[in-house]
Every structure is written in structure tokens, then in C-alpha cells.
């Protein structure tokens, strides 16, 4: 098993910034891929940003340029800096971590951006 825990959504104005952290805990030998994924009401749950354990990174088309992912292996976390934010990226952002036949989601944190 492991443990996810999302923090550092909250409200911004559009053109702003914002950091997501997610700390895993548990198993986290088995985790190959963390990512962040984000989910607007009445849509289906995206993905925004992906990095697996050997650094190689992906982006959704619609963040390019302006988010960034990383992660630091020494303290189990994964980080999503969002920068010049619009009103379409308000949503729940998702912390997931994945392994060989297995996956694990945070409980998720709120993004608001107010235009």
C-alpha cells in the first residue's frame, strides 16, 4: 500500500501561481510513475503531469510551458509548480502513484481560479 497526501491547492487569481506537494508514504519501492491529474466538475479526470523514477517527464498539451513537475526521491515527493494559471485549470488536482499492476490516488486537493 501507499499512502498519498495532496497540499497546496487553494484560490488564485488568473495569470497567478501555484505549488502542489504530494508526499507519499508506504511502499513506495514499487511506485514507478507519480503524476498529477486534475478533474473538473461534470469532466472526466485528466492527466496534467507525469515523471517516472528515472526523471522522464510528460506533459498534457493544454500546460505545457506552464507547469512543472519534479520530484524529490530523497523525501518521497512530488511537486507541481502551476504557473500563469487560467480559469480552465481550476479543478481537483490528484496525486497518483503507480506500479506494475498497481495505483494509488490521493484524496485530492481544490485549484480555484478566479478570472
Known amino acids: 500500500q501507499v499512502q498519498l497526501v495532496e497540499s497546496g491547492g487553494g484560490l488564485v487569481q488568473a495569470g497567478g501561481s501555484l505549488g502542489l506537494s504530494c508526499a507519499a508514504s508506504?511502499?513506495?519501492?514499487?511506485?514507478?510513475?507519480m503524476a498529477w491529474y486534475r478533474q473538473a466538475p461534470g469532466k472526466q479526470r485528466e492527466l496534467v503531469a507525469s515523471?517516472?523514477?528515472?526523471?522522464?517527464?510528460n506533459y498534457a498539451d493544454s500546460v505545457k510551458g506552464r507547469f512543472t513537475i519534479s520530484r524529490d526521491n530523497a523525501k518521497n515527493t512530488v511537486y507541481l509548480q502551476m504557473n500563469s494559471l487560467k480559469p480552465e485549470d481550476a479543478a481537483v488536482y490528484y496525486c497518483n502513484a503507480a506500479g506494475s499492476k498497481i495505483s494509488f490516488w490521493g484524496k485530492g486537493t481544490q485549484v480555484t481560479v478566479s478570472s
Open positions: 515523471i517516472t523514477s528515472t526523471g522522464r517527464i
Open positions: 508506504g511502499s513506495i519501492l514499487s511506485i514507478a510513475v
